[in-house]
């Protein structure tokens, strides 16, 4: 990086911090904080931190094209673009290099932690009190399929819906524990319509909603987790996957409303009102997963989930492992293990709803 495109680039991010303080707060930036620590990533040698939430932290605009790989972020009228796979970067047209290169690992978009403020990139910034967005206070959990619906039925007989409903409830306790609060969908054996399971989230006014799922393949080798939120299908499997998760509609006697007769563009511009936040949902979850859970982490996809597509809320559906690989499904059958999926998954969310509460302005 040469002296212009380093000052260049010491404007900008000046700019960043100046323009989210203002002139009335104070500022404290520090390099100690232990959350920060924990999210850091080490490749080769060099400390990387996921994008979206540095971005959150700086109260940057971010957008992301995953064809080109391209990311933008943007603040006060200025523009950082960005490239997986590259140190170059280009600030309002100008070209520059960097040390390091944006990676792009199991979904989650990392950057160099020295590219973001040397190793002191994170802020606070202290009472500011504003009402642009009302801080998270209830997550809606829907333990997929339930009644007549079992869901994946793994060769020992494990059902889906008795294990989604199992992790749902310790869920909501470790939520609880968290000061946030959580209401299921079902608390029992029961069948609830994909409909109104996004009805009941939109009636309760939810701040998030989490779909819990276990997976199933036609071969028993596929393990691991993943994390989905509604957009175009990013391949073949993704789309399977949302196709066994749709196929409950075939059960309901609402046929008028069927997968196959909705236009993909309304599916996509629905897709696009709460993707932002869905997306860092989605990234905070699969990384608290990855950090907690001894299981192949997938990553973050998107597909076309018929459940995610009603509700008015940032929306994820966690798929948890596969019930038809035995060792994932002798895995699934175990407290220990569910309520260790259940702890991954609350750190997921309390971290993004940190940060969320943070950066539209709250302090506790
Ligand atoms: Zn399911």
Same mark, same amino acid.
């Given at each position: 990086?040469? @002296?212009? *495109?380093?000052? %260049?680039?010491?404007?900008? !991010?000046?700019?960043?911090? /100046? =323009?989210?303080?203002?002139?009335? +707060?104070?500022?404290?930036?520090?390099?100690?904080?232990?959350?920060?620590?924990?999210?850091?990533?080490?490749?080769?040698?060099?400390?990387?931190?996921?994008?979206?939430?540095?971005?959150?932290?700086?109260?940057?605009?971010?957008?992301?094209?995953?064809?080109?790989?391209?990311?933008?972020?943007?603040?006060?009228?200025?523009?950082?673009?960005?490239?997986?796979?590259?140190?170059?970067?280009?600030?309002?047209?100008?070209?520059?290099?960097?040390?390091?290169?944006?990676?792009?690992?199991?979904?989650?978009?990392?950057?160099?932690?020295?590219?973001?403020?040397?190793?002191?990139?994170?802020?606070?910034?202290?009472?500011?009190?504003?009402?642009?967005?009302?801080?998270?206070?209830?997550?809606?959990?829907?333990?997929?399929?339930?009644? @007549?619906? *079992?869901?994946? %039925?793994?060769?020992?007989? !494990?059902?889906?819906?008795? /294990? =989604?409903?199992?992790?749902?409830? +310790?869920?909501?306790?470790?939520?609880?524990?968290?000061?946030?609060?959580?209401?299921?969908?079902?608390?029992?054996?029961?069948?609830?319509?994909?409909?109104?399971?996004?009805?009941?989230?939109?009636?309760?006014?939810?701040?998030?909603?989490?779909?819990?799922?276990?997976?199933?393949?036609?071969?028993?080798?596929?393990?691991?987790?993943?994390?989905?939120?509604?957009?175009?299908?990013?391949?073949?499997?993704?789309?399977?996957?949302?196709?066994?998760?749709?196929?409950?509609?075939?059960?309901?006697?609402?046929?008028?409303?069927?997968?196959?007769?909705?236009?993909?563009?309304?599916?996509?511009?629905?897709?696009?009102?709460?993707?932002?936040?869905?997306?860092?949902?989605?990234?905070?979850?699969?990384?608290?997963?990855?950090?907690?859970?001894?299981?192949?982490?997938?990553?973050?996809?998107?597909?076309?989930?018929?459940?995610?597509?009603?509700?008015?809320?940032?929306?994820?559906?966690?798929?948890?492992?596969?019930?038809?690989?035995?060792?994932?499904?002798?895995?699934?059958?175990?407290?220990?293990?569910?309520?260790?999926?259940?702890?991954?998954?609350?750190?997921?969310?309390?971290?993004?709803?940190?940060?969320?509460?943070?950066?539209?302005?709250?302090?506790?």
């Amino acid at each position: 990086m040469n @002296k212009h *495109s380093r000052q %260049i680039l010491s404007i900008f !991010l000046f700019l960043f911090l /100046v =323009v989210w303080v203002g002139p009335a +707060y104070g500022l404290i930036i520090s390099g100690t904080n232990e959350n920060v620590k924990s999210r850091s990533f080490r490749i080769g040698g060099t400390r990387y931190v996921p994008l979206i939430s540095a971005c959150r932290a700086f109260g940057v605009d971010w957008d992301w094209d995953p064809v080109s790989r391209k990311i933008t972020l943007s603040k006060n009228r200025s523009f950082l673009v960005l490239l997986v796979g590259s140190n170059t970067y280009s600030i309002d047209g100008k070209i520059g290099r960097f040390k390091g290169k944006i990676e792009f690992s199991k979904g989650i978009i990392l950057i160099p932690k020295t590219f973001i403020y040397g190793e002191d990139w994170w802020i606070e910034v202290p009472g500011i009190k504003t009402t642009v967005r009302h801080r998270i206070n209830v997550v809606v959990i829907d333990p997929g399929h339930g009644g @007549k619906d *079992s869901g994946a %039925i793994g060769r020992s007989g !494990l059902r889906e819906k008795d /294990v =989604v409903l199992s992790v749902a409830k +310790y869920l909501r306790e470790f939520l609880a524990s968290h000061g946030v609060t959580a209401i299921l969908v079902r608390t029992g054996d029961r069948f609830v319509s994909l409909g109104n399971r996004a009805n009941f989230s939109n009636k309760n006014n939810a701040d998030f909603f989490i779909s819990i799922h276990a997976n199933a393949w036609r071969d028993r080798r596929p393990k691991g987790f993943e994390v989905y939120y509604l957009s175009a299908a990013t391949d073949d499997y993704a789309r399977a996957v949302a196709a066994r998760e749709n196929a409950v509609l075939k059960m309901e006697n609402s046929s008028a409303d069927s997968i196959n007769n909705q236009d993909p563009t309304v599916w996509d511009l629905k897709a696009t009102e709460n993707s932002r936040e869905s997306i860092e949902l989605a990234s905070s979850i699969i990384e608290a997963m990855s950090r907690n859970i001894p299981a192949r982490n997938r990553g973050v996809k998107s597909a076309r989930f018929y459940v995610l597509k009603k509700v008015d809320a940032p929306a994820v559906l966690v798929e948890m492992g596969f019930i038809s690989n035995p060792s994932e499904e002798a895995k699934l059958k175990t407290r220990n293990y569910r309520k260790k999926l259940a702890r991954a998954i609350c750190e997921g969310i309390v971290a993004y709803k940190n940060i969320y509460d943070k950066t539209n302005g709250f302090t506790d």
